[in-house]
């Protein structure tokens, strides 16, 4: 929102199906993801902002082959009754020494997250797995009296991060 108060054009929900810089500038081919409207912008900057898809904007649409690589990392959470009182969320380390918070979430409800395991799938088809699920309940379980179990489950999603790649 900084960017727009300070004169930039974003678009939202918009597809850049080409990209190729001319004469200082980026000639930018866009399609609208609602009305399917095909638009061309040029700007002295872009800015990809395609997070796990960053990738594929930069290969294919740009046409850039990028030394730069984004490795994606895939993050699990559990949705679960809450199960303590008070408006406190809590922060706890596990043996691995991965943190996992654990916060009230939509009134009687606690989110409790995040795994942290490499993903080389579609984005779009991550999901959680059975061991993430029980990796969060085991975690839970070891700093709270009463203790969690699948049933208790009301749901669970995954989300994919893209992390820049520096080998590290």
């Known amino acids: 929102l900084d960017a727009a108060e300070r004169g930039a054009r974003v678009f939202t929900r918009t597809a850049c199906t080409a990209a190729r810089r001319d004469k200082g500038l980026w000639s930018v081919e866009m399609r609208d993801g609602r009305t399917g409207v095909k638009t061309t912008v040029r700007a002295k900057a872009l800015i990809n902002a395609a997070g796990p898809w960053v990738n594929d904007v930069v290969n294919r649409v740009a046409g850039q082959n990028s030394k730069r690589n984004v490795r994606l990392v895939k993050g699990s959470h559990i949705v679960v009754p809450k199960f303590w009182e008070g408006r406190q969320a809590y922060l706890v380390q596990n043996n691995d020494k991965r943190v996992i918070f654990i916060n009230p979430y939509q009134n009687d409800l606690a989110l409790i997250g995040t795994t942290d395991i490499p993903y080389e799938g579609r984005p779009e088809d991550v999901a959680a797995e059975e061991s993430e699920i029980d990796y969060l ?30 080998n590290a």
Do not use: A, Q
């Not at 179990?149 to 989300?159: A, H, I, P, Q």
């Open 137 to 166: 309940i085991k975690v839970v379980n070891r700093y709270f009296k009463r203790g969690l179990t699948r049933g208790d489950v009301v749901y669970s999603f995954s989300g994919v991060r893209p992390l820049y790649d520096d």
